[in-house]
């Protein structure tokens, strides 16, 4: 039985990673890049990435720093395997874009902000008038600060 499951878990090796050289290929060809798409993918989770790229309306860039990630007028920087799982919760699945139910001019705090996902969400949303974003590590501020900047049209709501 332990055989069994070794010969198993080598079948899925190799089928991930062939799974993920397709991926890798799409995302160049879609950000028109001529350099390999760069971000480490995890084992058997590369399936975030093509939902990513499978969702409606969406488009792949490079940028010097990474791979500029384009949605419903939303961009988020995406420079490692943590950024693709937050795109996907934030901008595909819209883990945080709840109805704020009779509010009008809103004003959303974000403590935790991280990259500033949930605050572009937020900003977003005509109903929010004003998102206070707090992110207590320096180094993911500036990551926060950065994707702002790829988004000059709601940035100052934040």
């Known amino acids: ?16 990673k062939h799974r993920q050289k397709k991926l890798r290929n799409r995302v160049m060809r879609a950000s028109g890049a001529d350099r390999p798409f760069t971000i480490p993918l995890l084992f058997g989770e ?3 990435l093509q939902k990513l790229l499978d969702a409606p309306g969406s488009s792949v860039s490079v940028t010097p720093d990474g791979y500029l990630y384009t949605i419903g007028g939303k ?4 420079t490692d395997w943590n950024d693709i ?4 919760d934030s901008f595909v699945d819209f883990d945080y874009n709840f109805a704020l139910a009779g509010t009008e001019n809103a004003v959303v705090f974000d403590v935790g902000a991280n990259i500033g996902d949930t605050a572009l969400v937020f900003a977003s949303n005509p109903r929010v008038e004003k998102v206070f974003s707090f992110e207590p590590l320096h180094s993911i ?11 000059p049209e709601i940035k100052d709501k934040i």
Request: charged letters at 20%.
């Open 75 to 78: 961009s988020l920087l995406l």
């Open 1 to 16: 039985m332990e055989y069994l499951k070794k010969i198993i878990d080598l079948a899925w090796n190799i089928l991930d």
């Open 46 to 48: 590369s399936w975030k």
């Open 141 to 151: 501020h500036q990551r926060l600060q950065q994707n702002l900047c790829y988004n």
């Open 85 to 88: 799982f937050i795109a996907v």
